[in-house]
Nanobody, 121 residues
């Protein structure tokens, strides 16, 4: 089973930026389409952004389009989520996972610990 480790969360003021990292243990992320998800308190987990295995295609939820950017660093075996112009409604625990394809933001592996993002003044 593939395992993911998320990091980079924290407390940031509205309008600020954070970069989340998704690292893999024991396998190469390049082989898979990877998605970022988030779960706010009292809400269901939702897909935020996905990147195809070829890096050619990406997906963004409407709520983050134009503010978030997903990318990979193959040398570091890491997928990133750059989050700019953060809003209080972006507050959530963020997770990464393997997805079937970028049009299907469903996590296929066990969920990691996630990283908490809090946007507040």
């Amino acid at each position: 089973q593939l395992q993911f480790v998320e990091s980079g969360g924290g407390l940031v003021q509205p309008g600020g930026s954070l970069r989340l990292s998704c690292a893999a243990s024991g396998f190469t992320l390049d082989y898979y389409a990877i998605g970022w998800f988030r779960q706010a308190p009292g809400k269901e987990r939702e897909g935020v952004s996905c990147i195809s295995s070829s890096d050619i295609s990406t997906y963004y939820a409407d709520s983050v389009k134009g503010r978030f950017t997903i990318s990979r660093d193959s040398a570091k075996n890491t997928v990133y989520l750059q989050m700019n112009s953060l809003k209080p409604e972006d507050t959530a625990a963020y997770y990464c996972n393997r997805v079937p394809n970028i049009a299907t933001p469903i996590g296929l592996e066990a969920w990691g610990q996630g990283t908490l993002v809090t946007v507040s003044s």
